[in-house]
């Protein structure tokens, strides 16, 4: 088709060059080169045609496609003979149409560049375009330029994916949450209806990682979003609000039971087994509920009370859920208030230490000390070590609070060395958290150099519960930890059944036996025969005993007929502070405190 009708060329080029000529303030001796106006009306212009990745249109102002230039004729929605001539409604979808007939008018009535963008399906593919209409009053005629931003709006649809959505699972993330949480909130007031938010946290969810990788648990988190997602309505959100936290909320609750019978159903299909590249892993989880407008009308209450009680059914044994109550509140502030407490505690160095003496039952002599921490607040009130230390656990402090006992025992160790005490062996706790620490062993070994303690001095003690997690983070710290001749004793034996392959397979040396096996004996039969039986499996596999909670001369005379068990209680002694524990070491006297123990 003839392109003469293609922008008045000359017309408009005249007339710019008028203007350009007649507003300038040039120098009367000076006179600019003349540009041949052949090649200002075709080649200048069709090579910036070439030059430019635009199409360019010529339309008049009804919407009747006169010309067009560019080179990118695969961006065309039909081929050119379609449209030359056509009105735009004969060419382009009916809506897109009515949009670029609107743009002409309002560029026809003003001196405003009217853009706007759209979307085409382009040889299968779709495409984002933008359209840019100036008008051309003196000629009927505007010129539109198109462009084709796909790559920019793909690359804007990722950032506001980014921005809103769970990289790993493809789930609303938090920012999302609180919009969408925002908007529920205000349709159940407008429709007076009732809505349910749920938070929900994977139980265990560390060990999956600790044992299988970090790989193995991102699959599992996109597994149990699967399966969450299945299980819930479509107009229910469901939102990745952090490592193994989820949330939900649901809309339009027929009653309070319903928040149950929904997580009744989350809880079963999160129990089923998931198959991790041939493994297969078993999970449970806690879940916290919260109700507008029985618990708050705020969405941010509302997602903390259900964050509340999330914990609280996690505090209770976990995989379960819990309603939210007021009384949680009251529980999570004097919570939040115990663990600044104890982080302050930890920074100015204000916990305290006790060691409880562990004596040889056969000569009555004292063989070593456990450290024990303690925390006497300044308002007066002691807090029990069970309590704190859970707290530790839960505040992420564990590794604080060990590495203080550790350094404080080493300390104290170092003062009994040098006023020539030997108070044996110095044992330790140490919790999951420390023995998953990489650095651990590389700050024992400056910790032992800087107090000057021979490393047979000193026992770690772990819990036998901790060494059936199979962690293999743990144990390479404890192999570390023995490569540096630091005595390992498993704590509380016979609680969890540890595997006797896994205790021959590290050099552990002592056995403490759980003092819940002391309770009945020698009274009760059955529990003396399996204490027994605890005592000849530390010695078959050439392990010194420590029997722990003896409480009583009965116990003690029990124990020193086994001939070779350590005893460590009441009976003998409670936790001593350092002094009391130098005045021991000083003293003879504590061989006649055990002359009942003694044989005949």
């Not at 743009?103 to 001196?111: P, Y």
């Not at 059914?313 to 208030?337: I, P, S």
């Not at 192999?479 to 059944?497: R, T």
Request: charged share 25%; hydrophobic share 40%; with cysteine.
């Amino acid at each position: 088709p003839p392109r003469s009708t293609l922008f008045p060329y000359t017309t408009l080029f005249r007339s710019a060059n008028t203007r350009n000529h007649q507003n300038a303030r040039q120098p009367a001796a000076v006179t600019l080169p003349r540009i041949p106006a052949p090649y200002l009306q075709v080649d200048f212009l069709n090579a910036l045609f070439e030059a430019m990745p635009d199409l360019y249109f010529l339309l008049t102002l009804d919407g009747v496609i006169e010309d067009f230039r560019g080179r990118q004729l695969d961006q065309l929605f039909v081929p050119p003979e379609a449209f030359l001539g056509r009105h735009v409604a004969e060419v382009l979808p009916e809506e897109l149409a009515a949009q670029f007939v609107q743009a002409l008018a309002e560029a026809g009535h003003s001196n405003d560049v009217i853009s706007f963008e759209y979307q085409l399906s382009v040889r299968g593919a779709k495409a984002w375009f933008e359209a840019r209409i100036t008008a051309l009053p003196d000629h009927q005629q505007a010129v539109c330029v198109v462009r084709n931003f796909t790559e920019l709006h793909e690359a804007r649809q990722q950032l506001e994916s980014m921005a809103h959505y769970d990289a790993l699972t493809g789930l609303a993330n938090r920012a999302l949450l609180d919009k969408l949480l925002e908007q529920s909130v205000r349709s159940a007031r407008r429709n007076n209806q009732r809505m349910g938010v749920m938070f929900i946290d994977l139980d265990r969810f560390k060990d999956v990682n600790d044992t299988l990788g970090h790989a193995a648990g991102d699959r599992l988190l996109q597994l149990a979003s699967e399966r969450l997602q299945g299980t819930l309505r479509e107009s229910d959100t469901l939102a990745r609000v952090g490592g193994d936290e989820f949330v939900v909320v649901l809309d339009d609750l027929e009653s309070i039971d319903s928040a149950s019978g929904v997580a009744r159903k989350l809880m079963d299909d999160l129990c089923a087994p998931f198959d991790l590249a041939g493994t297969e892993v078993v999970i449970s989880c806690s879940i916290g509920i919260s109700i507008f407008p029985d618990d708050a009308e705020s969405a941010s209450r509302l997602l903390s009370y259900a964050d509340t009680a999330m914990y609280r059914a996690k505090q209770q044994g976990r995989n379960d859920w819990r309603f939210y109550t007021a009384d949680m509140t009251r529980a999570a502030v004097e919570h939040l208030a115990l663990v600044e407490a104890l982080r302050t505690a930890l920074d100015e160095n204000s916990l305290t230490q006790l060691y409880q003496p562990q004596y040889d039952c056969d000569t009555g002599l004292p063989v070593g000390v456990e450290a024990l921490a303690r925390w006497a607040r300044p308002e007066g009130d002691n807090i029990g070590p069970r309590r704190f230390i859970t707290l530790a656990e839960q505040a992420g402090l564990a590794r604080r609070l060990d590495r203080w006992s550790l350094e404080a025992a080493c300390k104290q160790l170092h003062s009994w060395l040098q006023e020539e005490h030997d108070p044996g062996r110095v044992s330790v706790n140490l919790s999951i958290h420390s023995l998953t620490d990489e650095t651990l062993p590389e700050a024992m070994e400056v910790v032992l150099r800087e107090y000057a303690i021979p490393p047979h001095h000193l026992q770690i003690e772990v819990k036998e519960l901790t060494l059936l997690s199979e962690r293999s983070a743990a144990r390479n710290c404890l192999q570390a930890l023995i490569d540096l001749g630091i005595d390992i004793a498993v704590d509380d034996f016979g609680s969890g059944y540890a595997a006797l392959e896994y205790l021959r397979a590290l050099p552990v040396t002592t056995l403490k036996i759980d003092a819940a096996f002391m309770h009945g004996v020698p009274a009760d039969e059955e529990q003396t025969i399996i204490t027994n039986t605890v005592i000849a499996m530390g010695r078959a596999l050439g392990m010194s005993v420590v029997a722990k909670g003896i409480e009583s001369a009965e116990q003690a005379d029990f124990i020193r007929h086994q001939h070779g068990v350590q005893g460590q209680g009441y009976y003998f002694s409670r936790p001593l502070n350092p002094e009391q524990v130098g005045a021991l070491l000083r003293s003879e006297e504590h061989t006649s405190e055990l002359q009942s123990l003694r044989p005949s």
